[in-house]
């Protein structure tokens, strides 16, 4: 059990979290927190899991995702039996822009949830980890924060954060044995993106993204976009000036 990889998923219900799962519990038995809100759902991906692995140790965690004095007990109950290897930071949601526009309490629930409540996560974790000299914290943010665009700039924003909060989180561990990864998803088909499937979008498979990700961060890479090729889209889109950017419709 001691030797065993611990690891902790926050926002474990999310699918591309379930995924990701899947493939570390495929690999070897592994000691497994799954943390979310709603624990109905925990229990049955907790489940799941465990018939795909009967020897691995998986238990769930209800917690509150906005509360900062609830999110630093959260980590502290979770920290207390020992150091953790690998947290997955995997919680969001994707809001309607036009309903962030005209209503400022999505808006601000929408930055909150997407933006600040990963960074506080990754915070409570990283100062564990910090003392331990020890461990990987891996952010899911999205290609949405790389440039703010007028379909989605209120989510774009809030992911925009998670990358500058990771940037700097490189920066600040760069020489140490503590490891930041920041994951900048396509368009995945998972239920959160159901709307988006239903009006024609090209959306990539989730199992693929996972394994992308999984990948990605035994390889301790810094960035990872999933698929691949959303680095090339966005690198282009990114050094759009803004007189041809301006004349998009995206």
């Not at 509360?67 to 309607?96: F, M, Q, W, Y």
């Not at 461990?135 to 999205?142: Q, V």
Request: hydrophobic residues 40%; glycine residues 8%; aromatic residues 4%.
């Amino acid at each position: 059990m001691g030797n065993r990889k611990r690891i902790v998923i926050i926002g474990a219900t999310s699918a591309i979290a379930e995924h990701c799962a899947r493939l570390w519990l495929a690999e070897q038995p592994v000691d497994l927190t799954l943390v979310g809100r709603n624990t109905q759902r925990l229990d049955r991906v907790a489940s799941d899991l465990k018939v795909r692995s009967s020897q691995s140790e998986i238990r769930v965690v209800q917690a509150d995702f906005l509360n900062p004095k609830a999110i630093n007990a959260t980590v502290g109950d979770i920290v207390k039996s020992g150091r953790v290897d690998i947290v997955l930071i995997a919680h969001g949601s994707l809001p309607e822009q036009t309903e962030c526009q005209n209503d400022l309490q999505s808006c601000h629930d929408a930055l909150e949830v997407n933006g600040v409540s990963p960074v506080l996560y990754a915070e409570a974790f990283v100062k564990e980890m910090e003392k331990a000299n020890h461990g990987i914290i891996a952010l899911i943010g999205s290609v949405a924060g790389d440039r703010g665009r007028k379909s989605n700039y209120v989510y774009g924003a809030a992911k925009g954060l998670v990358t500058r909060y990771a940037q700097g989180l490189q920066h600040r561990f760069a020489s140490s044995g503590v490891k930041v990864v920041l994951i900048k998803p396509g368009p995945t088909d998972t239920p959160m993106t159901a709307h988006l499937k239903s009006k024609g979008a090209k959306l990539a498979p989730v199992e693929g993204v996972a394994r992308q990700i999984v990948e990605g961060i035994e390889a301790g890479k810094p960035v990872i976009y999933a698929p691949a090729k959303w680095w090339l889209i966005m690198m282009i889109i990114r050094h759009l000036p803004s007189g041809i950017f301006n004349r998009l419709d995206i």
